[in-house]
């Protein structure tokens, strides 16, 4: 069982940056990778961003690349979200998850915890 708490959300203006920060429950935080969405009112729930177990490989949504940087800190069982260059679609509660990667005919990632998320505002 991991339990997982969001913090590091707020009001910012648009171009602003915010850090979101997850931090784990459980002394087997390496052996998950760990993954970012957002919900935006009215809309679905939406990838931004995965990191596997070591934080050697990442991925990114297309809306985010170039803006959005995940991390990990195994030894502190914290995934981060480095969120700049804030536009206001952005705005949305954001979620961090826990879970396993496997592979059917690619990789692929199943996640089995999920926080319980974290509010982030970006006024234009």
């Known amino acids: 069982q991991v339990q997982l708490v969001e913090s590091g959300g707020g009001l910012v203006q648009a171009g602003g940056s915010l850090r979101l920060s997850c931090a784990a429950s459980?002394?087997?935080?390496?052996?998950?990778?760990m993954g970012w969405f957002r919900q935006a009112p009215g809309k679905e729930r939406e990838f931004v961003a995965r990191?596997?177990?070591?934080?050697?490989?990442?991925n990114y949504a297309d809306s985010v690349k170039g803006r959005f940087t995940i991390s990990r800190d195994n030894a502190k069982n914290t995934v981060y979200l480095q969120m700049n260059s804030l536009k206001p679609e952005d705005t949305a509660v954001y979620y961090c998850?826990?879970?396993?990667?496997?592979?059917?005919?690619?990789?692929?990632?199943?996640?089995?915890?999920w926080g319980q998320g974290t509010q982030v505002t970006v006024s234009s």
């Open positions: 998850a826990a879970g396993t990667i496997y592979y059917s005919g690619s990789y692929r990632y199943k996640y089995d915890y």
């Open positions: 990191i596997n177990g070591s934080g050697g490989s990442t």
């Open positions: 459980g002394r087997t935080f390496s052996s998950y990778a």
